[in-house]
Each structure stands twice: as C-alpha cells, then as structure tokens.
C-alpha cells in the first residue's frame, strides 16, 4: 500500500503561483506513475500531469506551459508547481499513485483562484 500526503493548496489571485507536494509513504522508486488529477464542483476529475519512475512527463494541454511537475526521490516527494494561474484551475488537487496495478489517492487539497 502507498499512503499520500498532499499539501501547498490555498487561494492565489489569477496570474498568482502555487507549489503543491505530496508525500508518499513508499520508496518512489518503486512506483510505476505518480500524478496529479483535479476535481473541479459539477466536473468530472481529470489527469493534470504525471511522472514515471523513469522521469518522463505528461501534461493535460490546459496546463502545458505553466504547470511543473517533478520528483524528489530521496524525499519520496512529488511537486506540481503552478504558475500563471487562471481561475479555471480552481479544484480540488489529488495526487494518485499507480503502485502494483492499484491506484492509490491523497486526501486532495483545494487550490483557489480568484480575485
């Protein structure tokens, strides 16, 4: 099993940034794609970047160019830095973990976009 801790969301005004982490309880070595996913009210959740064990990337289109995503191993800690937000981005972030053909999830943290 892989427990996540997320954490960094908040209220930014648009334009504004924000850095959320997650902290998982395994070696990320061992885990096949770590990412996060969005759930905005009324909307269905939705993939917005992830990372492979191996370092390779992917992003939603709606994000490319002003999300980060990353890794720290030796912290066994995922990032998704945030820049030029827009209020569209306004959800609640989760990060997942793909461990041994399951899926794990963060509590998810809510990431706010307004002025």
């Known amino acids: 099993q892989v427990q996540l801790v997320e954490s960094g969301g908040g209220w930014v005004q648009p334009g504004g940034s924000l850095r959320l982490s997650c902290a998982a309880s395994?070696?990320?070595?061992?885990?096949?794609?770590m990412g996060w996913y969005r759930q905005a009210p009324g909307k269905q959740r939705e993939s917005v970047a992830t990372?492979?064990?191996?370092?390779?990337?992917n992003y939603t289109d709606s994000v490319k160019g002003r999300f980060t995503i990353s890794r720290e191993n030796r912290k066994n800690t995922v990032y998704l830095e945030m820049n030029s937000l827009k209020p569209e981005d306004t959800a609640v972030y989760y990060c997942?973990?793909?461990?041994?053909?399951?899926?794990?999830w963060g509590q998810g943290t809510q990431v706010t976009i307004s002025s």
């Open positions: 395994r070696n990320m070595l061992m885990i096949l794609t």
């Open positions: 990372i492979t064990s191996g370092g390779s990337t």
């Open positions: 997942n973990a793909q461990f041994m053909k399951n899926d794990y």
